[in-house]
């Protein structure tokens, strides 16, 4: 059985159930894996335990900010005169921002207008493990016709954002900004910017994410990977040396050749025809209008599937403040790269004109673009590249946290050593060659220090992604708080991580396709 219908079979088993509500198979599961350090008999906290619902209590109850969803078919304008059969909340790409304040309590309902199984995921948030929206993990999936509330305290501010949790869904227009303001906000600004990057393939020219996974299975040369060795792709490659036409859904997908040196190599898997800024593309950007001299605060989202971007603010400087939603030392720069599920939070004093923002589709020859406008003056082209874009660029890794958040010099109680393999050849895409199963667990225990030790032996780059934490690069107090790192090719990666909220926790690369592959596994917390 392929891994892409392995990990189906899993997320499928709640579909015939009830469309709410949590598995009752997660209460006291025992490991029937070969995880690190995982031992036949463990049981394992479950995501509605009374131990979820301790750790709840402790986060306090709040005002109560309500908020209805809905799921749905929709035409999305994406510019220009573009349109996308898509699905969406609502009518929007990105969805509506949902903004609420830190010690909130979240109730929000989502109604599943859609013609299969949905959930929702609320991406960097250590919130109960029951609203994590893990579909065979924590709840059952959210059938057609059916609805959910994800109610939960909100304890962290920065900026997060949702998407489904099942299948390649997130890669079609379901997603939205969630902005958590602080109540004792330290920084001063005048205004502030929420900058959604995406990379587009639904609905044009009869593409789906679907289709696209099912093009990338097959591999390059069949599902064997046959004559490339099982290789992942790139090495002299053009871009436009990519095979014409896939099997019965639109044209082929698959990317040849993209390669960038800032991510060691290899730049993705999918040629999109659209990259965006907040739903737009560059022949048709989105415009926010400022007064010269205004402080401004970006918030930067990278909700793609299988892109970096690369970002630059055409006639600025940025001081980072945050990533992923944790404050750092403030850091001057003139970009920054953010990897699918990164978040960085920026200031910058505006000048006096029309200024272009860029995304460069890093390795992929692309861009997209959005405008801050401040005064008279012609808007830049799509195809504008502000010299910033090559200038100093200041990555996660050289992120000093804020004193505030810098996590307490301890040793590691426990070490989990996780190699990351899988090639393009194959499309085999797993943690320790083994692809997702839900009962393949990672044991830890509450109130330890755990290290994550990954070891990225592909050819291709990962953003990995945490639920219900975040952890300190580096593997120590001195590294920036983060729940999505990227890990070059053939390199090594170590964070750590205090076990502070129990329940089963997902940990996988937020490359969309890498994960519906099986490059995902599991963090359990024992009882």
Known sequence: MSAQHTRRAVLGAGIALAGTGVLAACSGDTSTGTASGAKT????VSPD???????????????????????????????????????????????????????????????????????????????????????????RDIAPGADFTYRFAVPHPGTY?????SGVQQD????????????????????????????WVDGVDGSTPDGVLAELSRGMGGADGGGHGGMDHGGGHDMSQMSTRSEGDGPSRMMMGATSELLGGDAGDVAYPYYL???????????FTARPGDRIRLRLINAGGDTAFRVALGGHRMTVTHTDGFPVRHTTTDALLLGMGERYDVLV????????????????????????????????TASVRPKELDGKLVT?????????????????????????????GAYDWAFDGKPYSADRRHPVDAGERVRLEFHNTTSMWHPLHLHGHTFA?????????????????????????????PGLWMLHCHNVYHAEAGMMTVIGYRR
């Open 41 to 44: 008999g463990d049981r394992f």
């Open 49 to 139: 335990g009374k131990e979820v619902a301790a750790a709840e209590a402790e986060r306090g109850s709040g005002p109560v900010r309500k908020v209805s969803l809905t799921a749905t078919r929709a035409r999305l304008d994406l510019g220009g005169g573009r349109t996308a059969a898509s699905w969406a909340y609502g009518d929007r790409l990105p969805g509506s921002e949902v903004r609420v304040t830190a010690g909130d309590t979240l109730a929000l309902t989502l109604a599943n207008h859609l013609p299969r199984p949905t959930s929702l995921h609320w991406h960097g948030l250590a919130l109960r493990n029951d609203m994590d929206g893990v579909p065979g993990l924590t709840q």
């Open 161 to 165: 954002w949702f998407h489904p949790h």
């Open 172 to 199: 079609r227009g379901l997603y939205a900004p969630l902005i958590v303001e602080d109540p004792k906000e330290p920084l001063s600004y005048d205004s502030e910017w929420v900058v959604v990057l995406d990379d």
């Open 277 to 287: 800024v907040n739903g737009r593309t560059s022949q048709s950007p989105s415009s």
């Open 349 to 380: 004093t505006a000048g006096d004109g029309v200024f272009p923002l860029t995304a460069l589709a890093e390795g992929k020859k692309a861009s997209a673009l959005a405008l801050l406008r401040t005064g008279s003056g012609a808007a830049p």
């Open 396 to 424: 996660a890794g050289r992120l000093v946290p804020d004193e505030s958040v810098a996590l307490a010099t301890r040793t590691p109680d426990r070490t989990i050593r996780i190699a990351l393999t899988g090639s393009m």
């Open 473 to 501: 690069l580096a593997g120590g107090a001195a590294g920036a708080r983060k729940d999505t790192a990227v890990i070059l090719p053939k390199r090594p990666l170590t964070v750590d991580f205090d076990a502070d909220n």
